[in-house]
């Protein structure tokens, strides 16, 4: 029997149009819940909107930029305007303004990712938390793998570390209120930022014990869970989504020895 955790439920989900946020989108329009779907790209939003709604599901496509408050809140406004609640904020939009040694003073190269990473998931929380505490709902962020251990790329790991941190932080201050809030950490996934990179992929592939990079079906597949009553008595967690990855480094030395 197909999964319908969210019947009834409304979730904002932003970095809808592409990726890890697009398989989240149809993933929770699946399982019944109307879709406010926010995003920078409105054309890939209306796509998206598109494919759910001639599904048969609901949703409404929102022009979005996390690194705007004003926007955020509208976003927000608006998807609880149309669908009368909030249960589900999904916090997916991402992206990675690079390492150290780039030519940009660091306090622009590293407050953009900031801004963008650690601040934006404030706005996304502050315009949802109202609703999500009518409704005792969930949010459920995208972190990464490289928040937990090192893999490159310094201002984006520790800004998606710090969003790990806010998270256990708010799981344990608007708990007794009934709003849970937990974290995702995907390794590589298969997504737009891989495009032309395919060989990468392909090589990408000897580092995980399961023998594959992930897909953005597999990380939506655990946002849904989080944001679920399945996960009724989880709060305040990161839950690693990468192939075993962090295991260690045994399958490689299996192969050696
Ligand atoms: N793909 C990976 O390997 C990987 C690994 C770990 C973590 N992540 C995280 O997963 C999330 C999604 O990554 P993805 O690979 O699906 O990315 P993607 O580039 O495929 O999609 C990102 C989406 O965010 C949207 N977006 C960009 N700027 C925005 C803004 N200011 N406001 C609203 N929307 C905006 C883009 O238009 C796009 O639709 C990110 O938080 C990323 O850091 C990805």
């Keep these: 029997m197909a999964l319908k955790r969210f019947e009834n ?26 879709i ?20 048969g599901g609901s949703a ?15 976003a927000v406004a608006a998807t609880v305007g149309r669908f009368g609640r909030l249960d589900v904020l999904a916090n997916v939009a991402g992206h990675n303004v690079g390492g150290l040694e780039g030519a940009e003073p660091a306090e622009e190269q590293w407050g953009r990712q900031y801004d963008f990473t650690f601040t934006g998931a404030v706005r996304c929380i502050r315009a949802s938390l109202p609703h999500l505490m009518e409704s005792r709902g969930a ?26 941190n806010l998270v256990r932080n708010l799981a344990s201050d608007h708990g007794p209120q009934g709003v849970r809030f937990n974290v995702v950490a995907p390794a590589t996934v298969a997504t737009d930022r891989f495009l032309g990179k395919e060989k990468l992929l392909d090589e990408l592939k000897a580092i995980y014990p399961l023998g594959r ?19 009724a008595w989880i709060t305040g967690i990161t839950l690693p989504v990468e192939g075993g990855l962090t295991t260690g480094p045994g399958h490689l030395l299996n192969k050696i020895g």
């Design 36 to 55: 406010g779907a926010a995003d920078v790209d409105a054309e890939g939003t209306a796509a998206v909107v598109a494919e759910i709604t001639e599904a």
């Design 213 to 231: 990079v992930g897909q953005p079906e597999d990380v939506a597949a655990a946002i849904a869970f989080l944001a679920s009553d399945d996960a």
């Design 60 to 74: 409404v496509a929102l022009s979005c930029d996390i690194t705007d408050t004003a926007s955020v809140d509208a």
């Design 139 to 164: 949010v459920v962020l995208v972190g990464s793998i490289s928040g937990e251990v090192a893999l490159g790329t310094a201002p984006y790991a520790a800004a998606k570390a710090a969003v790990a």
């Design 9 to 34: 439920r409304v979730a904002f989900v932003t970095g809808a149009a592409h990726g890890i946020g697009r398989a989240t989108v149809l993933r929770l329009a699946a399982e019944g819940a109307a």
